[in-house]
């Protein structure tokens, strides 16, 4: 019988790291993946240094908050200047926008808060006559549970400002960049338990480069990569699921309804990329009395987005790591945050600063 698998296993994680070894080619292979908390996992717990010098692991567009472009942002800061309260979750408040970030507008008598769920937002409503908006943000992981508020017979004084990505989409626009260089990818666990398989397949699959689905525990994003590589040994490049305990080939079903009945596709813009073609959603015209832009009438202009000094776009997008930046631990630490990257407890730079990514130079 084969040995259970265990999340806290030296002996699997040694023979994962010599099967790692052994099927690294010689040449550089960069493995890009699109989520915090992979880029947590790997840097907390040092998995970098399993890996052998020729094989790099970057964090691409995988931080929610650094993504969200200042048009969104203040669009919220108006939205909460114009009186109604303005619920979001946490890291959103210190992004920058053109004129304010969140905490900013707090500061100056805006009614901001911080909600854990979309619940919450909900709560707030039922127990005010004011105007409340949630500030949706976040990957198809978020996504359903927005939906569910909306198909639950919400208290008319809520709206939403929808800001929700979806993450296959930004991932085949990423191939397409040039300068990212990227042999494979590794693939969100939980973004996968809702979309499944076939959406990689749709937006990556022409690309011909290994995409294999990673869980979040240590031996989970070794044994993903050690898939990769051995689809790049093999000199091929499929869609494979590296988290099938968790990921099922169809994904979740419900929740993809859920997302079908309010929402549908559209051109949105990525902070650091621009805009990608149907990598976003909006609300479907039923749902049109919860939009915050239209109760509020925001157009959303998108504000000047270049910060003098701060590679944040070329981090969103693998071109660079965070201490590439020359404002990393300098000027720009988690407390005095100069970019997105360090605001967002998923971003790259934030991660690296806490935990420590690649030795400094
Ligand atoms: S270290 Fe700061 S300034 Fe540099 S890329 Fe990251 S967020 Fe931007």
């Given at each position: 019988?084969a ?6 296993d ?13 099927l690294?080619?010689?040449r550089?292979?960069?493995i ?12 907390q717990?040092?998995?970098r ?6 094989v790099?692991?970057?964090e691409?567009p995988?931080?929610p908050?650094?993504?969200?472009p200042?048009a969104d942002?203040d669009?919220?800061v108006q ?10 979750f946490g890291?959103?408040?210190r992004?920058?926008?053109t004129?304010l970030?969140?905490?900013q507008?707090?500061s100056?008598?805006?009614d901001?808060r ?15 006559d004011?105007q409340?908006?949630f500030f949706?943000?976040g ?5 359903p549970m ?9 208290p ?7 800001s929700h990505?979806?993450i296959?989409e ?6 397409g ?14 973004v996968?338990t809702i ?14 480069i290994?995409?294999?689905?990673g869980?979040f525990e240590?031996?989970?994003i070794l ?5 990769i ?7 091929k490049g499929f869609v494979?699921?590296g988290?099938p ?8 079903t419900?929740?993809q309804?859920l ?6 596709s ?11 073609p ?5 609300l479907?015209p039923e749902?049109s009395q919860?939009?915050a832009r239209?109760?509020f ?5 998108t504000?000047?987005?270049d ?5 944040c ?14 404002l990393?631990g ?6 005095t945050?100069?970019?997105p990257c ?10 690296w600063?806490?935990?420590g990514g690649r030795?400094?130079p």
């Amino acid at each position: 019988m084969a040995r259970p698998f265990q999340l806290s296993d030296p002996v699997r994680a040694r023979q994962l790291a010599d099967a790692i070894a052994i099927l690294a080619p010689p040449r550089p292979v960069k493995i890009v993946h699109v989520c915090g908390t992979h880029e947590m996992a790997i840097t907390q717990h040092g998995l970098r240094r399993f890996l052998p010098d020729t094989v790099e692991v970057l964090e691409g567009p995988g931080c929610p908050v650094c993504v969200t472009p200042t048009a969104d942002i203040d669009a919220a800061v108006q939205i909460a200047e114009a009186g109604a309260i303005l619920c979001t979750f946490g890291d959103m408040t210190r992004v920058p926008g053109t004129r304010l970030t969140l905490e900013q507008a707090r500061s100056k008598g805006c009614d901001i808060r911080v909600v854990l769920s979309t619940d919450e937002a909900v709560r707030i409503a039922r127990e005010t006559d004011r105007q409340v908006v949630f500030f949706a943000v976040g990957f198809e992981t978020t996504t359903p549970m927005t939906a569910a508020i909306l198909l639950d017979d919400p208290p008319a004084n809520l709206s939403v400002l929808v800001s929700h990505k979806k993450i296959p989409e930004a991932m085949g626009v990423l191939l397409g960049m040039p300068g990212t260089n990227i042999d494979g990818y590794l693939a969100p666990g939980h973004v996968s338990t809702i979309l499944g398989l076939a959406p990689y397949r749709q937006h990556l699959g022409k690309f011909e480069i290994p995409v294999v689905v990673g869980g979040f525990e240590p031996l989970d994003i070794l044994y993903a990569i050690a898939l990769i590589l051995r689809q790049i040994r093999d000199g091929k490049g499929f869609v494979e699921n590296g988290f099938p305990r968790a990921v099922a080939d169809e994904g979740n079903t419900v929740a993809q309804l859920l997302i079908e009945t309010v929402f549908e596709s559209a051109d949105v813009r990525w902070r650091g990329i621009g805009t990608i073609p149907n990598s976003g959603v909006r609300l479907r015209p039923e749902f049109s009395q919860f939009d915050a832009r239209a109760r509020f009438q925001i157009e959303g202009v998108t504000g000047d987005e270049d910060i003098p000094g701060c590679r944040c776009a070329d981090v969103l997008t693998a071109r660079a790591t965070p201490t590439d930046c020359p404002l990393f631990g300098t000027r720009c630490t988690p407390l005095t945050p100069v970019g997105p990257c360090m605001v967002g407890s998923e971003g790259a730079c934030s991660i690296w600063f806490r935990y420590g990514g690649r030795e400094l130079p």
